[in-house]
């Protein structure tokens, strides 16, 4: 689907794809920019179309950062492998089930879950420093690979904070350091972005032409976030983390007050 869009409101969708594309490659949570200035420039349009552009938009960064990543930090192919996969799973199965169920199931326990992570990550520093695996072999797989369905099939239905959603679970479950974290997290990222495209596309739900202006600009942004982390490192991660957090409960909390 294409849409005339005013060159200024047009800008400004690109401007927000960068600000989310760079955001979004080192912690997670680019959707809190990029959704909510999709919502502003088009108020009339239905939901899937609105779904549908994020994800055509996001897809372009998360591919690029995951790129990165993998030349730069080199993520275990098979953890990422197998959470991927599940991912492009849940996240096709949450998008063709989205007009179903009500999003006001998921976001108190959304909002629940950041705020306990928040506070666990702030009272103890060295939470994600380091590497340091606490399973190996077909537990840590099976662990990926439920991370992976899960977190996908929330991606798919309801979306805002997947990306900051795997850092959070590859840190405390998996035992990632936060740089570790975030390069799996693109990768796992990529496909939920992939299997809700693969619902959508077919539908005709994308506005193609905002879709691809605002995939190069979070493209752009996705390649400066992943060097930007991985030149900074943990530390650097950890504190974006907290601040995209902190964003996170905040907006959901908004939500569910209104």
């Known amino acids: 689907m294409t849409v005339e869009v005013d060159p200024t409101l047009l800008a400004l969708l690109v401007l927000a794809a960068l600000a989310a594309g760079w955001v979004d490659a080192v912690v997670g949570g680019g959707g809190l920019i990029q959704l ?60 063709a089930l989205a007009h179903l169920l009500s999003n ?14 928040a506070l666990i990550t702030w009272r103890r520093p060295d939470l994600g420093e380091h590497t340091e695996l606490r399973h190996s072999g077909r537990p840590h797989l099976a662990r990926a690979a439920a991370i992976g369905a899960v977190i996908g099939f929330y991606d798919g239905i309801f979306g805002p904070g997947t990306g900051t959603f795997l850092v959070i679970a590859l840190v405390t479950v998996l035992g990632y350091s936060f740089l570790d974290a975030s390069g799996t997290a693109k990768i796992t990222n990529f496909a939920t972005n992939l299997g809700a495209l693969l619902v959508f596309v077919p539908l ?14 979070n493209l752009a942004g996705g390649y400066l976030g992943a060097r930007t982390a991985l030149a900074r490192g943990s530390g650097f991660v950890r504190v974006v983390f907290l601040l995209v957090v902190s964003v996170l409960i905040v907006r959901l909390g908004w939500d569910l007050l209104t």
């Open 104 to 117: 006001a199931v998921f976001r108190p326990l959304a909002l629940g879950a950041l705020v306990v992570v």
């Open 36 to 95: 909510p200035v999709l919502l502003l420039v088009f108020p009339g349009a239905a939901p899937a179309q609105v779904l549908a552009t994020n994800k055509l938009a996001s897809i372009f960064g998360t591919a690029t950062a995951s790129l990165t990543y993998a030349r730069r930090i080199r993520p275990d192919p098979r953890t990422a492998g197998t959470m991927a996969l599940c991912a492009l799973v849940g996240s096709s199965g949450g998008a």
């Open 204 to 217: 005709g739900a994308p506005m193609w032409g905002v879709g691809i202006a605002m995939g190069l600009a």
